[in-house]
């Protein structure tokens, strides 16, 4: 999937969606630069290894961060407490992009779930 798919799915957001879910992006990629920016499952998504490792959507009314693995959130659960969260979903606010060092947490925590090919 070319990488402006992710640009077109963004500029279909409305703000303040648009603006958070940037933000987000800009800190998914630089925790993983060399990461696979592609859309899965109609969302964004970041693989590392042709593994998903990060995913975002806008709904109506939150974001929502998609770490990919049903155990990530419960792993971090005790940081997640002001937040909304699924078993593979955490939610937030349409205006309020999440903390960098919380993304590398999520980011991290998943990427130690998978097995390395020389990473």
């Not at 703000?15 to 998914?28: D, F, K, V, W, Y």
Request: positive net charge.
């Amino acid at each position: 999937m070319p990488r402006d798919a992710v640009d077109e799915y963004l500029a279909a957001c409305p703000e303040p969606h648009r603006s958070t879910l940037q933000a987000l992006r800009a800190t998914i990629k630089m925790i993983l630069p060399s990461a696979e920016e592609t859309i899965y499952y109609g969302v964004p998504t970041y693989k590392v290894d042709g593994k998903g490792v990060a995913g975002f959507a806008a709904f109506k009314k939150h974001c929502s961060y998609f770490p990919m693995s049903g155990s990530v959130l419960n792993q971090i659960s005790n940081e997640l407490a002001s937040f909304t969260t699924s078993k593979g979903a955490l939610q937030f606010p349409v205006d309020k992009p999440l903390r960098a060092v919380l993304v590398k947490k999520l980011i991290k925590v998943r990427l130690a779930e998978i097995p390395t090919k020389g990473r």
